[in-house]
């Protein structure tokens, strides 16, 4: 069996094999797993757009088109998402810019050209071309995408730095726009020429910088919904089809000891009215239950406090004799798992004790809080700040 150090991470392509090897083994070794730069992928490779055209097409309404500016000096960056119009590009630098299309294949017939050379992909994982071009020291700064990437140079050269330590930092810097890795170390490093192409898996850390001159890069993006857009179109697409007569029923309701709770007989009739989300844990579909029979038909939320209350203000006013209210807008239930209680107001969860989640949902009136514990006194907190509770100052006497 092979090992994976036995892999290179640098091959050399020719007219017969863009990727330096047979798709096949591409797929078996690389894709979705490690990265690969092919030198020579594409030999002679000649853009199938100027520097000029991609400008004109970036100016269209409609296209997907990003300047973005880098001061070097303060590390600033100045991300322009568009429309983009000519006065746009003359007010750029000497260097440290890039403009970005995506789309570009579905504006052009030359650069959807390029896709024949991965109809070894199914075609509906691929997502578009984008096209940068970049003055010396563009770049959109160290990233990582969701999407398996083919970077392929297509004028002029590039440094690309990439990261395939799994352990790299995912965080990124809270002071761009633009969603940049605070933290990047490479642990390669590669200048591309024109016809050579890198392939990245989705995450990976990557950082390409124009160098000496101008640069294209044609990048050859996929597309892979999240488990939650699956999740979202999916539970849609069974919506509009369901009968509205199908609903949740219990005709073996035994009477209510714990008002408010979602128990576990709620719980087993929730999976018979949902037999397509048979894989939810217990602790998803009750969190998922709970925010959403809290919300359901609402006509109105309550609105948080402008102005949050500090812990010891609530604190010193139920000591003199503050009463908490319940929103009349505000709708609760609560419901205890294995391992903790949750307390579920309009949509939102909070963690909670059973006896005081009990509490809440049984009196709409509540007094002093001086016995609870900090889960206890947290919630009511939150509860008050959240505007499910509301406060009544105790009445001065005469
Ligand atoms: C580019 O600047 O052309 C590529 C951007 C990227 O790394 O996704
Ligand atoms: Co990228």
Avoid at 93 to 107: A, F, R
Avoid at 125 to 146: C, F, K, L, N, T
Avoid at 224 to 247: F, K, N, V, Y
Wanted: with cysteine.
């Amino acid at each position: 069996m092979k090992t994976t150090k036995q892999l290179p991470i640098e091959v050399r392509g020719s007219h017969a094999r863009p990727l330096g090897m047979s798709p096949a083994r591409f797929l078996r070794d690389y894709w979705q797993k490690r990265p690969l730069l092919i030198r020579n992928a594409f030999p002679g490779f000649q853009p199938p757009l100027q520097p000029d055209d991609l400008a004109g097409l970036a100016c269209e309404p409609g296209a997907l088109a990003r300047l973005i500016v880098h001061d070097e000096k303060h590390d600033r960056w100045q991300l322009n998402s568009g429309p983009l119009d000519e006065a746009d590009f003359a007010r750029t630098p000497d260097s440290n810019w890039t403009l970005l299309v995506q789309d570009v294949d579905k504006w052009d017939a030359d650069v959807a050209g390029l896709l024949q050379h991965f109809s070894f992909l199914p075609s509906w994982r691929v997502d578009d071309v984008m096209v940068s071009y970049a003055e010396p020291g563009g770049g959109v700064g160290a990233h990582v995408d969701q999407y398996d990437v083919f970077l392929l140079q297509g004028l002029g050269q590039r440094h690309w730095a990439i990261s395939d330590d799994p352990m790299a930092p995912k965080e990124f810097r809270r002071d761009v726009e633009l969603k940049q890795l605070a933290h990047f170390e490479p642990t390669h490093e590669w200048l591309l020429e024109p016809g050579d192409m890198l392939y990245l898996p989705p995450d990976m850390p990557h950082d390409g910088v124009a160098f000496g001159g101008p640069c294209m890069t044609f990048s050859v993006g996929m597309r892979a919904p999240s488990q939650a857009e699956l999740t979202g179109d999916l539970a849609d697409h069974i919506a509009e089809r369901l009968p509205d007569d199908l609903r949740y029923t219990d005709p073996d309701l035994k009477p209510s000891t714990a008002t408010g709770e979602i128990d576990r007989a709620a719980l087993a009739r929730l999976r018979f009215a949902l037999p397509f989300a048979a894989a939810l844990d217990d602790v998803m579909l009750r969190d998922w239950f709970g925010r959403f029979i809290t919300r359901y038909r609402n006509a109105q939320v309550p609105a948080p406090l402008e102005k949050p209350l500090a812990a010891e203000a609530l604190a010193r006013q139920l000591a003199a004799g503050a009463r908490l209210l319940r929103h009349p807008w505000s709708r609760l239930a609560w419901s205890k798992g294995k391992a903790s209680c949750t307390l579920f107001a309009s949509g939102q969860a909070y963690a909670a004790t059973p006896e005081l989640a009990q509490q809440l949902c049984e009196q709409r009136e509540l007094g002093a809080s001086g016995t609870l514990d900090e889960t206890g006194q947290s919630l009511l907190l939150a509860l008050v700040n959240d505007g499910h509770l509301l406060l009544r100052k105790a009445r001065r006497r005469r």
